[in-house]
């Protein structure tokens, strides 16, 4: 099974997930919850996997969340991936958080992160602001698994088995004004439940933006489970964003503020050190970050090094985007 790995970073190649797997693992977490297990009732490798799970005691979900019976939901075939889902473990202990400190094992740490209640304001240049409850917002979209890439400027990657809907459908909802031109996102701001945000030198909260046509295209996708699941904490719950073109700082999380605006939303990273890290963040082998390569990435859960693809893979979808727009800095 791909939810656990019993030594070294190796995934033999038969461990790709499907639906099937998503609702036998469903079925075995609702029958664990009930109490009711018999050990031979489920396949061996669920249990050992639950089991390690439980041994390195990473949540893969957030216990209890009122949103659990929308998941799992259909994958969308449309989004190819040529490499291994990364392991859910693997991802879940392996994550960029600030908001609860600059460490690889965040996932500790972002289980203080209340995500009920969980309001999300849609305001600026729309027809009418609103604040929307995060579970009336599930009702209101349509949910779908994507299989993506997620590559992070640290020169990391992981395949991803997010759930969620959309950004334009969201851009539907909240009915911008014909002169917004970004749609500017922003995390919370806590630092009394944030430990992380006690660290004055960052510019909390978290934002990022794109343009109104990066909104519209078919690849942004509000993230709100992982793995068949409401997605843990550590992810970014209840709801992040998904750019699987753009390296991984872009795909904010905890998204508690949507805005529509004319101005070009100034980023997390660009107001730290926009040397390094702009507006753009396309992917791109070729662009050195001031520091180090970016021509290949370490693959997650395998000890592969595979050259880094422009575009991370998906230009088909998204080249069109930056056709003319030579004088701006795309990939950093
Ligand atoms: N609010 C918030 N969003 C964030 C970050 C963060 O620190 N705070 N880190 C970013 C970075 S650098 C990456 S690589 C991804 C990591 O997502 P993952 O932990 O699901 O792999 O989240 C991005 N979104
Ligand atoms: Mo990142």
């Known amino acids: 099974m791909f939810y ?23 079925r075995f ?20 996997g639950s089991g390690e799970a439980l041994a390195k005691r990473v949540p893969l979900t957030v216990e ?3 949103s659990a019976d929308l998941y799992p939901v259909i994958r969308n075939p449309r989004y190819k991936f040529s490499r291994e889902i990364t392991p859910a473990e693997i991802n879940a202990s392996y994550n960029n958080f600030y908001e609860f400190g600059s460490h690889k094992s965040v996932w500790k740490a972002a289980q203080d992160l209340k995500t009920r209640p969980w309001m999300v304001k849609v305001d600026g240049m729309v027809e009418k602001p609103f604040d ?23 020169a990391w990657s992981m395949v991803v088995p997010w759930s969620g809907f959309p950004l334009a459908d969201l851009v539907k909802l909240a009915k911008p004004l014909g002169k917004a031109k970004y749609v500017r996102f ?13 660290a004055f030198w960052y510019p909390w909260p978290y934002t990022e933006g794109v ?14 489970g992982a793995y068949g699941q409401p997605m843990a904490k550590q992810f970014g719950a209840p709801l992040r964003l998904a750019l699987p073109w753009k390296y991984g700082f872009k795909h904010i ?7 529509f605006t004319d101005q070009r939303p100034e980023t997390f990273w660009e107001k730290l050190a926009a040397r390094e890290y702009g507006f753009w963040a396309n992917v791109n082998p070729e662009v050195t970050h001031p520091r180090w390569s970016q021509a290949t990435e370490r ?30 800095a795309l990939f950093k």
Not at 211 to 224: D, G, H, I
Not at 305 to 311: D, I, M, N, S
Not at 314 to 324: C, D
């Open 4 to 26: 656990f790995r019993r030594k070294g970073w190796e995934v033999p190649d038969s461990q790709a997930t499907d639906e099937a797997i998503f609702m036998s693992r469903r």
């Open 29 to 48: 977490a609702k029958s664990l919850a009930a109490g009711s297990i018999l050990a031979t009732a489920a396949p061996a490798a669920l249990i050992a």
């Open 64 to 66: 209890g969340d009122p």
């Open 132 to 154: 929307i409850a995060i579970d009336d917002l599930l009702k209101q979209v349509r949910l779908e698994e994507r299989v993506y890439r997620h590559r992070c400027v640290e």
């Open 186 to 198: 922003e995390s919370f701001h806590d630092s009394g439940m944030a430990s992380g945000q006690k």
């Open 211 to 224: 343009t109104m046509a990066e909104a519209m295209n078919e690849l942004p996708f509000m993230v709100t």
């Open 253 to 259: 999380k905890s998204i508690q503020r949507v805005t």
């Open 299 to 328: 693959v997650l859960g395998s000890q592969e090094r595979v050259p880094t693809q422009l575009y991370n893979g998906y230009g088909e979808f998204v080249a069109s985007l930056y056709e003319g727009m030579k004088g701006e």
